[in-house]
């Protein structure tokens, strides 16, 4: 883990939009053993198990916190309010949602929307790091603090965490709120554009004609 940086990460270069080694099949595999896990009790009370959606070699994920009602019914993550607003923030980026590949930290829906406890998260967090592995996305977006303390730092708080890049490995991280505290804060939502403006910054170097934008 290292702290974060002011300064843009250089992006990897020749990694176009679309690209990339055959992960599909791989991943479906992995939302097999998903859809049949039982490493909580969270399945137990849910409809279905939220995997994720999107392009299986997007250069760009997206992770939430984990699936409320609407996805539990849909088995679709980020199609309630919150992700109407994620929608409306990714087309505002001239990002289009099957470019980019969408999941949460948790596959299936705490009762009541509760925040996912730590064996909870724990349980689930494989199939989040075997899916960033199989993707291999040069940057995810951490959506809100959940999301944050789990792939970037701990102790992060995503005040301060938010806005800056986080280099682990080979990959970037940003973090920023989550839609869902921006339904509740709309002051936030400019911050939130400003780190996506960063994010497309970033895409748009490393394709050096901008195939995020297009
Ligand atoms: N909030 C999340 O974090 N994820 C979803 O899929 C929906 C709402």
Known sequence: MSGPETSPPEPESGHSLGEGEASGPALDRLQEKAQACRRCAL????????????NPRARLMLVGEGPGGDEDRQGIPFVGRAGQLLDRILEAARIKRDQVYITNVVKCRPPNNRLPVQQEVEACLPYLR???ELIDPE?????GSLATKTLIDKNASITRSRGSWHKIGSRNYMATFH???????PGKKRYVW????EV???????????????
């Open 43 to 54: 399945r137990q009370g849910c409809r279905q198990v939220v995997f994720g959606v999107g």
């Open 130 to 132: 075997t899916q960033i």
């Open 200 to 214: 497309i910054k970033v895409c748009n170097k490393s394709d050096q004609g901008g195939a995020v934008d297009e």
């Open 194 to 197: 400003e780190d996506f403006q």
């Open 179 to 185: 839609p869902a505290a921006l339904l509740r804060d």
């Open 139 to 143: 940057i995810v977006i951490c959506l």
